[in-house]
């Protein structure tokens, strides 16, 4: 379900990892074009309960019972929950631990189907742009799709993230 205006999962490189584990992994191994899979989180009842308990007290949220009777039919997690979830796994497999800066920000959240308790989730992340820094050129900018998918692969959020990573390459003076 990626955007319509990128090539089709046919004409990039499909892959379940980097060539490069995220301990050696600089602004040059984000390829545009590449697309990476990684993950498997199962979300808890108790978990979702207490996230949004915590963040997000809708009833859909913290009551089973009650969330019987709303719209959604049963309990479901909190979309920052989701959120939260796709972020530790972009963590875990996708974001470099030797030339992470951080990020500006990210955009576009859009949550298409709610998570319930059982799901396990995973993360598709095609990377769309990986540019040099006008203003510091010791870096780079990565800008990614990020599609959270649920076990039957159905997308239920969606996200564009955007990454500031050292280069290898880069030599002062």
């Known amino acids: ?77 909190s979309g920052w929950h989701t959120a939260a979830i796709t972020m530790r796994l972009l963590v875990d497999h996708y974001v470099s631990s030797v030339a992470g800066m951080g990020s500006p920000g990210a955009d576009s959240i859009v949550w298409y189907k709610p998570v319930r308790p059982g799901d396990t989730l995973s993360i598709r992340v095609k990377i769309e742009e990986a540019r040099v820094s006008n203003s510091k050129p010791d870096r780079g900018i990565v800008t990614a799709y990020v599609e959270t998918l649920n076990q039957r692969k159905e997308v239920v959020m969606t996200r564009t993230a955007v990454s500031i990573l050292k280069r290898r390459s880069y030599k002062e003076g």
């Not at 808890?44 to 963040?55: M, V």
């Open 1 to 77: 379900m990626f955007r319509e205006n990128l090539p089709s999962t046919e004409k990039v490189r499909m892959n379940s990892d980097f060539p490069v584990p995220k301990e050696r992994r600089y602004f040059e191994d984000y390829l545009p074009g590449s697309v990476y899979e990684f993950g498997a989180y199962t979300v808890e009842e108790e978990e979702i309960i207490a996230f949004a308990k915590k963040y997000d007290p809708q009833i859909f949220h913290v009551d089973p019972v009650a969330a019987k009777e709303t719209v959604f039919g049963g309990l479901i997690a």
